[in-house]
């Protein structure tokens, strides 16, 4: 539990300095390095990047229960569903904090950003980013092999990466959105195997299987 009490810590800090004047300018003069300074080559493909975490970000656990039906395979299943379940932890977080927080996209506020995408939600934190890092945690915590964890949490800097040269997101919401999400897939993780260890303890003769 010492990584969920020192994510608050670091969240709790993030959402603190986002407001301040001192941080958010060192947050648009980074933000003017990748965006202002891109390489406007790399646009179409930062853009499909940015795409693909509606299809790899929701497509991958709803793929794993799916595949647990056509195998029949329980433990699966249970795996599919845990890494819906810290998906839907992690949107609605990001939805509920988005409106606590009330952040202006960048390139509402400064002219000079080259925003690629006329997003009208809040900016801080970047949930492309927080899905995107929720899914590759889940992975990497319930599919425990080096080809499984290296390209999941590339894909997901990634496409963090392309929220800033697509203009929409500023560094420290790209920061908090990939926290909130590995927070979201560890918990969620963390407290499936506390039940588990419980259920177990309580009724050792059952095949109650915990979600």
Same mark, same amino acid.
């Given at each position: 539990?010492?990584?969920? *009490?020192?994510?608050?810590?670091? *969240?709790? !800090?993030?959402?603190?300095?986002?407001?301040?004047?001192?941080?958010?300018? %060192?947050?648009?003069?980074?933000?003017?390095?990748?965006?202002?300074?891109?390489?406007?080559?790399?646009?179409?493909?930062?853009?499909?990047?940015?795409?693909?975490?509606?299809?790899?970000?929701?497509?991958?656990?709803?793929?794993?229960?799916?595949?647990?039906?056509?195998?029949?395979?329980?433990?699966?299943?249970?795996? &599919? #569903?845990?890494?819906?379940? %810290?998906?839907?932890?992690?949107?609605?977080?990001?939805?509920?904090?988005?409106?606590?927080?009330?952040?202006?996209?960048?390139?509402?506020?400064?002219?000079?950003?080259?925003?690629?995408?006329?997003?009208?939600?809040?900016?801080?934190?970047?949930?492309?980013?927080?899905?995107?890092?929720?899914?590759? /945690?889940?992975?990497?915590?319930? !599919? @425990?092999? +080096?080809? #499984?964890?290296?390209?999941?949490?590339? +894909?997901? &800097? /990634?496409?963090? *990466?392309?929220?800033?040269?697509?203009?929409?997101?500023?560094?420290?919401? #790209?920061? %908090?959105? %990939?926290?909130?999400?590995?927070?979201?897939?560890?918990?969620?993780?963390?407290?499936?195997?506390?039940?588990?260890?419980?259920?177990?303890? @309580?009724?050792? @003769?059952?095949? /109650?299987? #915990?979600?």
């Amino acid at each position: 539990m010492g990584f969920i *009490y020192k994510s608050c810590l670091l *969240y709790t !800090f993030l959402i603190f300095t986002s407001q301040t004047h001192q941080a958010q300018n %060192a947050d648009i003069q980074l933000l003017r390095k990748i965006n202002v300074q891109r390489n406007p080559r790399l646009d179409a493909s930062m853009q499909l990047i940015s795409n693909t975490e509606a299809y790899i970000g929701i497509g991958l656990p709803v793929s794993v229960v799916i595949a647990s039906y056509i195998k029949h395979d329980k433990i699966l299943f249970q795996q &599919g #569903v845990n890494m819906c379940l %810290a998906l839907g932890a992690s949107s609605v977080s990001t939805f509920i904090l988005k409106r606590i927080v009330n952040r202006t996209r960048p390139g509402y506020t400064y002219p000079d950003i080259v925003a690629f995408e006329n997003e009208r939600s809040y900016s801080f934190p970047s949930g492309h980013t927080s899905n995107a890092f929720c899914t590759a /945690t889940s992975l990497s915590l319930h !599919f @425990k092999k +080096w080809y #499984v964890v290296i390209p999941s949490f590339l +894909w997901a &800097g /990634t496409v963090g *990466y392309s929220r800033m040269h697509l203009g929409v997101h500023y560094p420290s919401d #790209v920061l %908090a959105g %990939a926290l909130l999400g590995a927070g979201s897939a560890y918990a969620t993780y963390k407290v499936n195997k506390m039940l588990k260890q419980y259920f177990a303890k @309580k009724y050792p @003769k059952s095949n /109650t299987l #915990v979600l």
